[in-house]
């Protein structure tokens, strides 16, 4: 738990709790809502096959998961946890740049 504390640099066991329930809330929600806003936009699998059904929905439940991650951080109160942690899985992809002053 000590390592996990000092690599995500927090402070209490506490709020590994809090950021373990935000991760499988997160997760849960996106995959909930993913599949009525596939079908909100006519998205079938019958219409693109399997493939391309399947590699839309992982899309779009990667960005719907960016933001919900972000939101229920904010509500659980680890906004800055989950706001870092963005920042640094979105550079990975290459997909946020931030300038050094």
């Known amino acids: 738990m000590n ?4 690599h995500w640099g927090i ?8 950021i373990f329930i935000v991760f499988a809330v997160t997760g849960s ?4 809502i993913g599949k009525p806003i596939l079908n909100y ?3 079938t699998s019958e219409g693109l096959g399997a493939f391309g059904y399947w590699t839309i ?3 779009l439940l ?4 960016q933001f919900l991650l972000v939101g229920f951080g904010w509500l659980f109160g680890q906004y800055k946890f989950f706001w870092g942690f ?4 979105l550079r990975r992809f290459g997909l946020f740049k931030v300038k050094k002053q």
């Open 62 to 65: 990667f960005i719907v998961y």
């Open 57 to 59: 929905r992982i899309l």
């Open 86 to 89: 963005e920042k640094k899985m």
């Open 41 to 43: 936009l006519n998205i």
């Open 29 to 32: 929600t996106a995959s909930y």
């Open 3 to 6: 390592k996990l504390k000092e």
């Open 11 to 18: 402070e209490s066991n506490w709020q590994i709790v809090i």
